[in-house]
């Protein structure tokens, strides 16, 4: 069975940091691309940032370049997101994905993720 477990998220003041983890189990997970997607309510889940399976591109929207970094251990099975200088906008619900096929490029779409996590809360405060 196939699981993305999130962990990490909580409530932080504007302006300061968190470290979002997801371990992944039941598939092959050194091989396949791996994002971090957020959503608000009433609005499209959004990419954040994303990784290439073997770690050699990354991406990140440009609301958060310079502030947040992904980051992924294939040996143990995580990815990682952490989250500087956090600002209110980025209240929403975040969420791992691991790529549908392995040995792709980056992806930014939705659809090009076939394996998610749960979801975490990230609320921060003003």
């Known amino acids: 069975q196939v699981q993305l477990v999130e962990s990490g998220g909580g409530l932080v003041q504007a302006g300061g940091s968190l470290r979002l983890s997801c371990a992944a189990a039941?598939?092959?997970?050194?091989?396949?691309?791996s994002a971090w997607f957020r959503q608000v309510p009433g609005k499209e889940r959004e990419v954040v940032a994303a990784?290439?399976?073997?770690?050699?591109?990354?991406y990140s929207t440009d609301s958060v370049k310079g502030r947040f970094t992904i980051s992924r251990d294939n040996a143990k099975k995580t990815v990682c997101l952490q989250m500087n200088s956090l600002q209110p906008e980025a209240t929403a619900v975040y969420y791992c994905?691991?790529?549908?096929?392995?040995?792709?490029?980056?992806?930014?779409?939705?659809?090009?993720?076939?394996?998610w996590g749960q979801g975490t809360q990230v609320t921060v405060s003003s």
């Open positions: 994905a691991a790529g549908a096929l392995p040995y792709r490029g980056l992806g930014l779409a939705e659809g090009e993720y076939g394996y």
């Open positions: 039941g598939l092959t997970f050194s091989s396949r691309a």
């Open positions: 990784l290439m399976w073997d770690g050699s591109t990354t």
